[in-house]
């Protein structure tokens, strides 16, 4: 099966006083289509930069970061911009959907501004529950929607690769774990590859595969 | 435009009011320029109408025509070269009072002219003025606000002599002062005893002659009594209201953008370009002053219509379009600061849950 996202040899420094701080000592990953990866790890392990960089948000100082088989380690701000619209799906830690936009116009939205064509946004937000939140305001919605929205509009541009950061963190062990359901339901029967940072070890056993940081190098447990 | 409108919708509360305050700034700048122009108007139309382009006066007058004293000498060397291009000019800032009515007294401005030349204004009603030595005399429409109609007489205060009303011509104002034109024959009966004239005007432009002042229009208007210190300070004050509102505007935009910089985060993060950003921020508060600007332009515009005759307001189209576009100038200006800060979000922002 075809690697997804490939990181080779992935090292990220960053200049601290006089001294340089290496958060990422010499990192490979790599995530099939159909898998759902988990990284786990202590706070300041480096699992936000790690996700940064598979991101494109972030530039590795060296190694390669491959999304397709391309290389996206050290594209132009505007082509990141542009690889993560159109090959990327994120799911932030709090949902961090827009407060001015309703439901059906989160997703919409991506639509907009993205040049793929479009499918039909309203059905994912059926098929995640949401049918009857289609014309309400974030604010309205509890903690388990928002994030339920967030899963919707990642997946509304057809991404190869779903990153989530920390999804579960601002929810209760119930509906963290029904989020994380649906997250594993989605790359299962869409064939997507997905990259879950987490601390939460309660969903793990959704995962199909896990893998540990620790003092910026990762290893995978299973 | 997408995220713009959904915005407005979404925060109407808040647009209103950032909307209030730029349509109560833009009114009040509009409002100060339009009681400018009307004072101008109405402290210098006389001069500012007329089709004289420069005046002679005497030396060392400071373009003030009642410190300036010509006589026929004077006159002469111009009416030689300049013919039907010249014309005498006497200005007297007098008093006048109702015939029937001794102690209903108005200032009044006397233009004393030679109704022959070009300095015989075009009337409104009534008829032209001529040179007969009789008691037929223009005046200026402004005096109908004191209550004179076309045939009331009307008394000279210091010499007692009485005049008719025999035409009307349109808002001619001296140092807000009605005007009221008379013939050499008919001054010579209030003022016997002067036979000078103040000015010589001159249907020319770019004249030099160092024997004599000659001022443009412009320097004379200028030098009406009071004219450049009500001016100066109505123009200081619109100068600061422009100032005062970059500023405001500014610090507004700033912090409503601030607001928003976790959502431009977590936008840039989705992949939107900070181009279309800038165009956000940009078409929000291009959106937002334009609607103000015109509804204050169109309020100030229905004002002026209900304005009374005695209130000196004048306001153009032309102005409240430059005032218009100026505005929006300010207003983009304002928002300058603002985009850095929209540029300069970075989409990390959005993971870590740093907000």
């Given amino acids: 099966m075809n690697n997804v996202l490939e990181l080779k040899n992935i090292i990220k420094n960053y200049p601290d006083g006089q001294q340089v701080n290496e958060v990422l000592k010499d990192i490979s990953f790599h995530v099939q289509s159909g898998e759902f990866a988990a990284i786990v790890g202590p706070s300041g392990a480096g699992k936000s930069t790690l996700l940064t ?17 391309e290389d996206i380690s050290h594209l132009s701000k505007k082509q990141q911009t542009s690889i993560r619209l159109n090959n990327i799906g994120f799911i932030f830690q709090n949902s961090d959907l827009i407060p001015y936009l309703k439901i059906s116009e989160q997703l919409q ?18 098929k995640l529950g949401l049918e009857q939140r289609l014309s309400s305001y974030p604010r309205v919605l509890s903690g388990g929607e928002k994030q339920r929205v ?29 989020v994380v359901q649906i997250i594993q339901q989605t790359v299962h029967e869409e ?3 997905a990259v879950m940072v987490t601390h939460d070890e309660r969903v793990l056993d959704l995962v199909d595969s896990v893998w540990q940081i620790e003092d910026g190098k990762l290893k995978k447990v299973r | 435009m997408y995220l713009t409108l959904k915005e407005l919708r979404h925060d109407k509360l808040k647009f209103t009011a950032l909307g209030l305050i730029i349509f ?12 400018a122009n009307g004072l ?13 382009q420069t005046f002679v006066l005497e030396k060392n007058s400071q373009a003030r025509l009642n410190r300036s004293t010509l006589n026929n000498q004077d006159w002469k060397k111009f009416s030689n070269k300049y013919h039907h291009n010249a014309a005498k000019l006497s200005v007297n800032q007098m008093t006048i009072q109702k015939a029937s009515q001794k102690n209903k007294k108005t200032d009044i401005t006397y233009y004393t002219i030679n109704a022959d030349s070009f300095l015989n204004p075009k009337i409104t009603d009534g008829q032209k003025l001529t040179n007969k030595n009789n008691n037929q005399v223009i005046v200026s429409s402004k005096l109908k606000a004191e209550g004179y109609k076309l045939g009331d007489k009307f008394k000279d205060s210091t010499s007692n002599q009485a005049f008719t009303i025999s035409g009307f011509t349109k808002n001619q104002a001296y140092s807000h002062t009605p005007v009221i034109f008379l013939n050499q024959k008919q001054t010579h009966r209030i003022l016997p005893q002067v036979n000078s004239f103040n000015t010589i005007a001159l249907k020319a432009k770019n004249i030099k002659n160092s024997n004599y002042q000659v001022a443009n229009k412009k320097s004379v208007i200028n030098a009406i009594p009071g004219y450049s210190a009500e001016q100066g300070s109505l123009y200081l004050m619109i100068g600061f209201l422009y100032i005062i509102s970059l500023f405001v505007l500014a610090v507004f935009f700033y912090i409503i953008n601030l607001q928003k910089l976790s959502d431009f985060g977590t ?16 078409s929000e508060m291009s959106l937002l002053s334009i609607s103000s600007i015109v509804i204050s332009s169109v309020i100030t515009y229905l004002i002026k219509l209900k304005m009374p005759a005695t209130m000196p307001f ?34 990390i922002t959005a993971i870590g849950g740093n907000n």
């Fill in chain 2, 314 to 347: 004048d306001l153009s189209p032309t102005i409240i379009l430059g005032t218009g576009i100026l505005f929006l100038a300010i207003t983009l200006i304002s928002a300058i600061l603002s985009l850095i800060k929209v540029i300069k979000v970075d989409p």
């Fill in chain 2, 24 to 35: 109560l700034i833009v009114f009040l700048v509009l409002f100060i320029t339009g009681l």
């Fill in chain 1, 191 to 193: 064939n997507k590859a």
């Fill in chain 2, 40 to 52: 101008a108007n109405d402290s210098g139309s006389a001069i500012k109408e007329s089709s004289a």
């Fill in chain 1, 109 to 126: 939205f991506i639509q907009k501004i993205s040049s793929k064509p479009a499918i039909d946004a309203k059905e994912i937000l059926v």
């Fill in chain 1, 150 to 178: 967030a899963i919707a509009r990642a997946l509304v541009n057809q991404p190869e690769l779903i990153l989530a950061d920390e999804p579960t963190a601002s929810l209760d062990s119930k509906r963290g774990r029904e």
């Fill in chain 1, 53 to 69: 960089i598979m991101g494109a948000l972030l530039s590795p100082s060296s190694g390669q970061v491959l999304l397709n088989n």
């Fill in chain 2, 267 to 282: 936008l840039k993060a989705l992949g939107t370009s900070t181009a279309y950003l800038v165009k956000h921020v940009l």
